[in-house]
């Protein structure tokens, strides 16, 4: 029988594999780190197959120097969703061949968020952002993000920073002239 077991907490009824009430999370059966562990890449392996993707094959252990895992699950309705995970936090460089060289942090004294026009044309958009006293391309810095751009334009002692929604893996083409910046957005 599919709900054979009952929680001691909350008298909910469970799965007998299940080792933990999935309406107050109490503890169904006595279980080490481990075997949570395995519970769970065994789920992440049932709900692939309920969805009908393949959920890529990983072994679920505690990380070692890692401080924290990003799990990002996106879908639009015609393809079957994709995950991504990321594990961040510190991270050691045992190859110097492996770091790339840091640009130095601007500290601006004013921060501004530039006058911005969005139009839309068709399975593109054309994002026109107007940042004067801006010299030239070298000053603009841009950061291509999963769903967004992160542009930050420096003028002196004044910055532009403007953070652009976009949909997931756009290209992106941009333009400078006369203290303004062009983006194009296509889908």
Known sequence: MFWDKKCKRCDSKADRQWAFCPHCSAPLKEVKTQDVLQEMDKEFRNMGKMMEIKVPKFMLKPPLKAKG????????????????????????HHHHEHMREEKPVRVPETTEEPETKIQKIRNKQI??????????????????????????AFAGDKAYFKLIPIPSNAMVNNEFKDGVLKIEVVK
């Open 127 to 152: 994002i026109t952002l107007n940042l004067p006293d801006v010299k030239s391309l070298e000053d603009i810095e841009f950061k291509q993000l999963s769903q967004s751009i992160e542009i930050k």
């Open 69 to 92: 895992v990003s799990i990002t699950i996106t879908s639009d309705n015609v393809s079957p969703p994709k995950i991504n995970v990321q594990t961040y936090g510190e991270q050691k």
